[in-house]
């Protein structure tokens, strides 16, 4: 197959869903891919591509081939590649067909003639992708009566969804089956959004403010492109995320503790924002290896240390003014942007994670100094995650809780104001928020 061909794309994308659907993460499925193909940059970006959007819909496609096929396709790999068809066959509401559907199937087969793992069902893949458009109308209007199918998700969270927000679990549902809007964080350090703008503006790059140091681009492009990325000028950054450094109100001087930093996205805005002293904390090596990389792209510093925020083996026993805990959750607040998650995550992660959540909460606050403040983090919409805990943690504590936005629910059109009287529409995950201060007596 040649690199540059929807073939080499399809196949590429097949064996990452396979490593998904087996219980690998994406981005690692993508990244094992990638490194047992000679795959081009344009080639991986294809492959991501079809990746993210097969794992949008595949409540729908496998619901398509059970009606198709008489057993689950095997192996693993085939099963990927007609997922992975299927995907750039069925409409989508409001999007363009990625690719004309007989380039589609014609590609797909040769994906299939070109593996030793699959040539056997060349045949088999061309006449489901076959069948699938000439009886499309009515296998969709068959297999949308399962829910699964109906909304790209599993019964529990679709259940689960409707049961914390029953006005509101349609929209969540449908917010986080579309792909992500492109928000950046303008560092102020080194530019201000009006110039930055002007910036964009001289790249041919459309863009709009959405917040104090918020830019969104109206269409996507590679990080590569975008200009000052490089130069430490920007990060990609949810417009919700960024809420998290201002709430803390770092002053110069101060010391601050960010848990659980890793990315680093959250850590570069703290240091953004003023002259502090910060230690960044996290478990995983290779995340925290992204910290480094994050703030030497900003030409920031900060100490990072390896280290469990549930224990204290690490802490200098040193209090800080200020407590960043962006607490482990199921990331069900930002399953757009990591759309794997859903079939990837458990209903009993849920209870497990917050118990771990609450056991960090409980230690950070004691390293808290008395009349500090303490910003809880979740990217999480379910309640035992998010505002359970919260309460839970100020009825344990008796910790006085600030003006915070709580909850905030994934959206695809909630109205910002730029500060000068005129409102846009932007876009933002779902995250939430609790901001806690320790009395002065304690």
Known sequence: MKPDSLAFSLAGAAQAVAF??????????????????????QARGAIQDIAYRTMRQVGRVDALMKVMT???????????LLCCALTLLVPVDGEDAPYEAFVVVDQAVTAASSSSHMVFAKGMVNA?????????????????????AAWNYPQWWIDQCKA????????????????????????????????YLRLLASHQIDATQIGPYAVRLVKPVPVVQIPGFEDGMVSVQ???AQLAAPLLDVQDGMRVLDACAAPGGKTGHLLELAEIDLLALDTDPARIQRIHDNLARLKLFAAIKDGDASRSGWWDRQAYDRILADVPCTASGVVRRHPDSR???????????AALSTRILDNLWRMLKPGGKMLMVTCSIWPLESENQAAAFVQRHGAVRLDAPGQLLPTLATIHSKGNGD??????DGLFYALFQKPLES
């Open 20 to 41: 998904v659907l087996e219980g690998t993460a994406l981005p690692q499925a993508l990244a094992k891919v990638f490194t047992q193909t000679d795959a081009t940059p």
């Open 70 to 80: 008489n057993k689950t396709p095997e192996p693993a790999l085939l099963y990927g």
């Open 128 to 148: 489901v992708l076959r069948r699938f458009l000439r009886e499309q109308d009515e296998l969709l209007k068959l297999v949308i009566k399962q829910p699964a």
């Open 164 to 195: 914390a927000y029953p006005d509101h679990w349609q929209a969540i549902l449908n917010a986080g089956n579309r792909p992500p809007p492109l928000t950046l964080r303008v560092n102020r350090r080194q530019s201000t959004v009006e110039e």
């Open 238 to 240: 949810d417009a919700a």
């Open 343 to 353: 079939w990837l995550r458990r209903k009993t992660d849920t209870a497990q994670l």
């Open 423 to 428: 409102d846009v529409s932007t876009e933002h």
